[in-house]
Structures are given as C-alpha cells and as structure tokens.
C-alpha cells in the first residue's frame, strides 16, 4: 500500500512539473531584476518559472528576444523600441503592459544648479536615439538650447536652433554615463543607472523629468508569444496592486508605477 501511495506521489508531483512553465526574460538590474524577483514567488504559485536573465546594456535584450534565445524583455519604453525596430525592421516585438516609469535626470558633480552652468560646457547625453532625444528635449525644457521641434522625441542635436552657451554634447552610451560624472559639467542619466551608480534621483538631479514621462517602461515579447498563458500571468501580476505597493515603498518615487 506504501508503494502505490509513493507512486501516486511521484506520479502527481511529474504532473505538476510538466504542466509548468518557463518563461525566460531579459533585464537591466535596477529596477527590472528587482521586480521581477519579488514577482517569483506568486507567479511560481500560479505554475510559472520565472527564469530572469540580467544585462547591463540596451541590446542584448531585444536581440536575444529576436534571436529567439529569450521569450521577453522589460527594460525599454516604446520610443526606445521603435528607434530600435526602425535600424532592425525584422525584429517583431510587441508591448504587452506599461509597468513603470523612471524619471530622467541631469547630474553632475560640478555644479549645484543650471544657474552655474558656464559657457562651453560639456554635457554627457544616451547616444541611442530614444534617450538622447529624451535628453535634448529635457535640456531644452530647462531653456538652455532651443529645438527645432520640442516635441520631437527622436530630436538630435542637429535640430538644435539656439545655444546661448555654446554647450558641447557627448554622446556615450547609457551605462557609461555614470561613470563619466567626473569628467563632464552635467551627465543625462536614466534612473536606473543612476540608481546603480547609488545616485538618488529626487534628491540628487539638478533637474528632472515629471512622473508624467511618455517613456513608461514595458513587458515586450515576441509576437507569437504575447497570448502565452504565461506571459499573462505575469503581465497580470506586473499591473497588481503589490507590485505598485513594492514600487512606491522601494523606491520613493525615483521609479514610478505607470499604472
């Protein structure tokens, strides 16, 4: 009787195994990673493995995606996406629930306030055209250049019409902004590599993006994956009420829920 009680175990237990799921997913580690590991528990509950791969850049993630080696990603708004579908027109991804927002900043080492600013200075700028555009267009809501258009997302600095200062744009990529505070009069960081970097983005931005930002950060999958009953169970539970309540207590509006 013991041996059909412990076969009967083992059988359900198999079962249980088979019917779950892996979903394995792609992200920056602040705030991303953080609230995808709060997510785990619950969404292991509801049958789902959460296996989360960490990158410290903007590629990989949309590239391991379109290379099929990852089913999602959650690190990107939809700016940043379609800047960089219109370089890789083959790659076919969609977003599934806008998640959170991080406010952009301008940082820096240098001076206290823009009032400080001297000519010629030089600020650090994202060189991936969503983030840059985001940077020109926080810059100029600041009046220090005027933009062709101020409400081009995709501006450039080609598109700047008036520069009182004579300010000098370095285009670095994302990550390395940080660790360049040093080095230039103000650095255009994204809060969760200022976040990495131990910066706090309400306290220690000279200047900062409102929580009404356009550039909320999504779930995106690939397209044949976004009605997988996994991704909704975790699209479901990104858009919850605890996981607002973990952002708003984690991170004390540096990171904002877009929902």
Same mark, same amino acid.
């Given at each position: ?90 790659? @076919? ?130 397209? @044949? ?28 509006? @540096? ?5």
């Amino acid at each position: 009787m013991k041996r059909v009680v412990l076969s009967v175990a083992l059988l359900v237990a198999a079962m249980g195994s088979a019917c779950a799921e892996t979903l394995k997913i792609a992200v920056v580690p602040v705030p991303h990673a953080e609230i995808l590991e709060f997510l785990k528990p619950e969404l292991a509950k509801q049958g789902v493995t959460l296996d989360v791969k960490v990158f410290t850049d903007y590629i990989q993630p949309d590239r391991q995606v379109d290379e099929g080696r990852l089913d999602a990603n959650y690190f990107q708004s939809k700016p940043y996406y379609d800047a960089y579908k219109k370089d890789r027109p083959s790659s @076919d991804q969609v977003p599934v629930v806008a998640v959170h927002v991080e406010p952009f900043g301008a940082y820096s080492k240098k001076i206290k306030s823009i009032a400080e600013l001297e000519e010629g200075a030089t600020i650090a700028i994202p060189n991936d055209p969503a983030n840059s555009g985001r940077a020109l267009l926080l810059i100029a809501k600041q009046g220090l250049i005027t933009l062709k258009d101020p409400s081009n997302i995709m501006a450039t600095a080609a598109d700047i019409t008036s520069n009182p200062k004579h300010l000098k744009f370095k285009e670095l990529e994302a990550a390395m902004l940080p660790r360049v505070l040093n080095q230039v009069d103000i650095a255009m960081i994204n809060a969760n590599y200022a976040l990495e970097a131990k910066l706090v983005p309400h306290k220690d931005a000279l200047f900062i993006e409102s929580a009404e930002s356009p550039y909320a950060n999504y779930l995106y999958v690939r397209r @044949d994956k976004v009605n997988d009953p996994a991704v909704q169970k975790l699209a479901a539970l990104l858009n919850s009420a605890q996981v607002k309540q973990f952002i708003l207590e984690r991170y004390h509006g @540096d990171v904002v829920p877009a929902f």
